[in-house]
């Protein structure tokens, strides 16, 4: 892949003094790389946080509880990150590369707090201001990039972008694995420190696109007015559709794992284990989603027909692989062997937004108009945790819970028709 990428972005920026298109690349890679390693880590060490900070704030840690908390903080994470819509309004005014060193500062320095917390309430107000970071680092780096590149590899770079979000959670689920049981969750999360250290190569390496200049600021309304509206308004609830359905499908998989090989009598260390292992074979299906989505928009020639089959096979995924393997045929090597697909339509449809959320709003108007639908989409995605932890309490039952809601595929198929098709066009000015 690296070869591959440095081959597309070695035509240099014409202008004197722009950057190079290859340093662009990576810089915001990295900073959504290491997003993707600081917001999966909880999914992998849920069980074990959850075990000793309900208890410390007078709450028993039931199977039960831990599904009802679980859920409860994975939607208060997801609405801190559906606050960072001020993200993008201030990348618009005030400069791409400045609002991401910001958003990185924020989001590495609340990750590594929720390592030092002693009880529940002040956790989830670490994960709120993580998330309010982390949702931002998008808003930013996005327009970053998609301005920043020539015309000629613009689709492809942009694609490949969101492959960095399962390098984060390889790394997360590595990491976990490697030496997970000796830092414990405590120190999986004061790792969260690292990114950091991104800020200072930011701001010494990576210059604001030359487009900003001269780039027009009309007010944030007028993303509500006219046609503009309904493209806000769709590309909003579409991201609320495929949130929703990622957030509430497979970053369970390691609990229901973890889970269920804990009532079968294995070790909490073990459990922990084998869920980090099912968060990396569902990032292979991932990683592969998003190297292909830049050839899948190119052969299927529309952005929308792209977004029906990764909405359809989401659907199809979610249900076949939690309903079917686990709780019809209840087989976990099922489950995991299938555990790529999942992670390839319902994770690997993000590198299609990665590419089609800039094209729908101009210049003046990309990091606020990127960052409210992402940001709005978390805000109506949030509820799905909520519900899977609600639901499974009453079912008795994650993989039952998972398949109910994944529903939501079909409810954001017709929402595809009122996005714009922007297959074939330049970055709108």
């Not at 260390?269 to 869920?275: I, N, T």
């Not at 003046?364 to 949030?382: E, I, K």
Request: hydrophobic content about 55%; charged content about 10%.
């Amino acid at each position: 892949m690296t070869e591959s990428i440095d081959d597309a972005v070695a035509p240099s920026v014409a202008a004197t003094g722009a950057v190079s298109p290859r340093k662009v690349f990576w810089a915001t890679w990295f900073g959504w790389m290491l997003d993707g390693f600081d917001s999966s880590m909880y999914g992998y060490i849920l069980v074990s946080a959850l075990s000793e900070l309900l208890p410390a704030s007078g709450i028993e840690p039931s199977k039960a509880n831990i599904g009802i908390y679980g859920g409860l903080l994975f939607s208060i994470f997801m609405l801190g990150w559906a606050c960072s819509m001020i993200w993008g309004w201030a990348a618009d005014r005030y400069g791409r590369v400045r609002i991401m060193c910001w958003t990185v500062l924020v989001y590495s320095l609340f990750t590594a707090l929720c390592g030092l917390a002693t009880e529940i309430v002040m956790f989830a107000l670490f994960r709120f201001v993580a998330g309010f970071g982390i949702g931002g680092e998008w808003a930013a780096g996005t327009p970053l990039l998609q301005e920043s590149v020539p015309e000629n590899t613009r689709v492809r770079l942009a694609g490949w972008l969101h492959t960095a979000t399962p390098t984060g959670l390889f790394l997360a689920a590595a990491v976990t694995l490697v030496i997970g049981s000796t830092l414990g969750w405590r120190g999986m999360f004061l790792l969260g420190i690292l990114p950091a250290l991104l800020i200072a190569y930011l701001r010494s390496n990576i210059p604001e696109p030359e487009s900003s200049a001269s780039r027009e600021r009309p007010s944030v309304s007028a993303l509500f007015a006219g046609d503009q509206a309904r493209t806000t308004w769709a590309a909003a609830l579409m991201m609320a559709c495929i949130i929703f359905g990622l957030w509430s499908s497979n970053f369970w998989a390691p609990t229901v794992i973890s889970t269920k090989l804990v009532a079968a009598g294995a070790t909490p260390a073990h459990a922990q284990e084998m869920g980090a292992v099912a968060g990396l074979i569902t990032n292979v299906g991932t990683l592969i989603g998003c190297l292909l989505v830049p050839w899948l928009t190119n052969w299927l020639g529309s952005r929308r027909r792209t977004a029906v089959l990764f909405f359809i096979g989401g659907l199809i995924s979610v249900v076949v692989c939690y309903e079917v393997a686990i709780e019809w045929l209840d087989s976990l090597v099922l489950f995991m062997a299938l555990l790529p697909v999942l992670g390839f339509f319902t994770n690997g449809v993000f590198g299609l937004f990665t590419i089609w959320l800039p094209e729908m709003f101009p210049s003046g108007l990309r990091g606020s108009g990127s960052g409210f639908a992402f940001s709005m989409g978390r805000v109506l995605g949030a509820a799905g945790p909520t519900l899977i932890g609600a639901l499974a309490a009453r079912t008795g039952s994650f993989p039952l819970a998972i398949s109910m809601l994944s529903l939501i595929y079909l409810i954001g198929l017709p929402l595809i028709r009122l996005a714009p098709e922007t297959a074939g066009k330049p970055l709108a000015k």
